[in-house]
C-alpha cells in the first residue's frame, strides 16, 4: 500500500498575513497539513533532506529565502505550489519593486499557482504566460444572527485595512453628498493615518468612530450595525483582491450596499449594487427586500466559501497533482 504523500505548508513569518491566513492557515489546520514557518537563519536543507515532503505549499514570498527553498526543492524533484495575492504587475513604490521581484522569482520555481479569483489569474497569465488554479479564500468570522428589525436609528459600518482607505473615503463622500446623518463604526489598523484624512475632509454629516482592528471589536461593532459598505475602487489594484471581506461581511447578517464593479459580481444580487447613500437610502425603503438579501447572501457564501468547501478545493487540487 503506497504511503501518503508528506505535505507543508510553508510561511515566511509568524506574524500571519490576513491573505495567508484564510487563503492558506486555515485550509491547512483543517486538512491537518503541518506548517513551517521559515526562519531568516533557518538551514533548508533540513526541509529538503530530512522533512524529505513531497509537496510544499508557499504563502506570500516576504524574503529570498523562501525563493532558495523553492529553487532547492524543484532540484530535489519535490512539488512546489505558490499562492500569489495582489499581484497587479504595476509597483507603485520600492516594497511594492521587492515583493513583485520575489513573487517573479517564486513563479519560476513553482510547478502549480494558486490566485483567488480568475481575474487575479488572468492578470498573471497576461503577464507571465502561466496557467493558474483558483481557490477563493473562505470565511473568517463566525456569523451572526440576521438582522431582523428594522431600527430607525440605524448604524453603518466599515471594515478593512489601510490599504483600502482611499476606498472608506470615497464611501463616506457619497453618503455626505446625501446629507445622510448616520454614526459609522470604521475598523482597521493604522488608525492616526485614517483619522488624519477624516479629519481632512471635514465630513458634516456622517460620524466616524475609529476603532482598532481586532476580530472581538469588529463583531461587537457588527451586532450595533444594520448595514456594512462596501466601497470599492474600480482599479488594477482592486481587480486583483480576493472577495473576502465582502463574503465576511454578507456571512455576519448584515446588509452589504457594494459599489459597482466588474468583479466579484457573482455576489452583486445579495448587496446593494450602487452609491453608498442610494444603497442606504433603499435599505430604509425596502426593508423587507433586504432582509431576504442577507439571507440569501450568507446561505450562499456559507455554501461556498466555508472552510469546508475552499478545503475541499484544495484537496481536489492536491490529488490531482
Request: hydrophobic residues 40%; positive net charge; proline residues 3%.
Amino acid at each position: 500500500m503506497k504511503s501518503p504523500r508528506k505535505i507543508f505548508l510553508v510561511l515566511a513569518t509568524q506574524t500571519l498575513i490576513p491573505s495567508d491566513l484564510v487563503g492558506l492557515v486555515m485550509p491547512a489546520k483543517f486538512l491537518n497539513i503541518p506548517i513551517i514557518f521559515l526562519k531568516d537563519d533557518e538551514d533548508i536543507s533540513k526541509i529538503t533532506d530530512m522533512i524529505r515532503p513531497d509537496i510544499l505549499i508557499f504563502g506570500k514570498c516576504l524574503n529570498s529565502h523562501v525563493v532558495n527553498l523553492a529553487k532547492k526543492a524543484r532540484k530535489k524533484n519535490i512539488i512546489t505550489i505558490s499562492s500569489f495575492n495582489d499581484w497587479h504587475f504595476k509597483p507603485l513604490n520600492l516594497k511594492q519593486e521587492k515583493q513583485f521581484y520575489l513573487n517573479d522569482k517564486l513563479l519560476q520555481n513553482s510547478d502549480h499557482i494558486v490566485v483567488k479569483s480568475i481575474d487575479a489569474g488572468k492578470v498573471i497569465r497576461m503577464n507571465k504566460k502561466i496557467n493558474f488554479n483558483v481557490i477563493n479564500d473562505c470565511l473568517r468570522y463566525p456569523p451572526l444572527e440576521n438582522i431582523y428589525e428594522f431600527k430607525k436609528d440605524i448604524n453603518l459600518m466599515w471594515f478593512g485595512s489601510s490599504s483600502n482607505h482611499d476606498t472608506l473615503i470615497k464611501g463616506l463622500k457619497e453618503i455626505e453628498e446625501y446629507k445622510i446623518k448616520r454614526k459609522i463604526f470604521v475598523i482597521t489598523n493604522k488608525i492616526e493615518n485614517v483619522c488624519r484624512v477624516i479629519t481632512k475632509n471635514n465630513f458634516k454629516y456622517v460620524s466616524p468612530e475609529i476603532i482598532k482592528f481586532t476580530e472581538t471589536n469588529l463583531i461587537e461593532a457588527a451586532k450595533q450595525s444594520s448595514i456594512i459598505l462596501m466601497p470599492l475602487i474600480e482599479d488594477h489594484i482592486r481587480l486583483v483582491k480576493s472577495s473576502n471581506r465582502i463574503i465576511d461581511a454578507l456571512n455576519l447578517g448584515r446588509f452589504v450596499v457594494k459599489s459597482k464593479t466588474k468583479f466579484h459580481d457573482e455576489l452583486d444580487k445579495y448587496c446593494f449594487v450602487g452609491n453608498m447613500g442610494d444603497g442606504i437610502n433603499w435599505f430604509i425603503s425596502n426593508f423587507e427586500k433586504a432582509k431576504n438579501k442577507i439571507d440569501l447572501g450568507k446561505k450562499f457564501v456559507q455554501s461556498n466559501y466555508s472552510i469546508n468547501e475552499i478545503s475541499k478545493s484544495w484537496t481536489n487540487l492536491l490529488n490531482n497533482i
